[in-house]
């Protein structure tokens, strides 16, 4: 059988004959757990040429951090930990465009730099990792569930239109394998007390202890207390956890 064009010398056809992006989206639609998905996009990124990728929630004008928005990323852990250091969610023009429901959205290093684009200037230090260039994808929004983004991060030449519609095929099969294989929330992760739910906030702004006391004229072992009451109940093992399966469920912004 004659093959396809190829993308990054990787042919359409696979030996069987079957089409290599419906091969990739047949394998993402079949992952039995979240590492075999991980897997499957990590195979759908190097198909197009990128390096890493993100799978995380489209950030509400609430956000202020990246990081518990994240569900699972190949980007090393200091570049996002740096990215929420600097406060860059709240300042970039490139996520205001997509967390207002613009797909795909791209970036380049490069081309029409923005100085005054602070996530801009931050990916002149992803050029480390041989990242120059990115995009995102995501999720048609449906009511009652968190909107999706898939992002990839690279050095190649802009996506065509062709290679946007591949990717954003393959990304809407995550999408809906991400949400079958999610545990569905129990019970208890509703019987959280409004003070509580209060702290919980709190921490999501990166107050300490000590701090939300003070906000709240509370000690800080009480606030220690109701942090680990929330910790019990939704089945974390510490505050970042929390706070992220609490943005996740909803209880918070």
């Not at 062709?162 to 809407?172: G, K």
């Not at 300490?208 to 009480?222: A, K, W």
Request: charged share 20%; aromatic share 8%; proline share 5%.
């Amino acid at each position: 059988m004659k093959k396809k064009q190829r993308i990054h010398d990787i042919p359409y056809m696979t030996t069987d004959g079957e089409d290599t992006l419906s091969a990739i989206k047949r394998r993402i639609l079949a992952a039995a757990s979240m590492p075999e998905l991980i897997i499957q996009l990590g195979e759908c990124t190097s198909t197009f040429g990128f390096i890493h990728f993100t799978l995380m929630d489209v950030p509400s004008k609430h956000s202020t951090r990246v990081q518990p928005l994240i569900h699972f990323s190949s980007l090393p852990q200091p570049y996002i930990a740096a990215y929420d250091q600097a406060e860059l969610l709240k300042a970039s023009k490139f996520i205001r465009r997509w967390s207002e429901g613009v797909s795909p959205v791209a970036w380049d290093s490069h081309a029409n730099f923005d100085p005054t684009d602070p996530a801009q200037v931050f990916g002149l230090r992803l050029r480390a990792i041989n990242v120059r260039m990115g995009a995102v994808f995501l999720a048609a929004p449906v009511a009652a569930r968190q909107q999706l983004a898939l992002m990839v991060y690279g050095s190649r030449a802009p996506l065509s239109a062709h290679e946007n519609a591949d990717i954003q095929s393959l990304a809407d099969a995550a999408f809906i394998r991400f949400h079958q294989l999610r545990p569905a929330p129990q019970t208890g992760f509703k019987s959280l007390s409004s003070r509580e739910v209060e702290v919980i906030r709190w921490t999501a702004e990166g107050k300490t202890s000590h701090e939300i006391g003070r906000i709240l004229s509370l000690s800080d072992h009480t606030i220690n207390a109701y942090l680990a009451n929330a910790i019990r109940k939704l089945e974390c093992v510490n505050r970042a956890q929390l706070v992220a399966k609490a943005i996740r469920l909803q209880l918070i912004d």
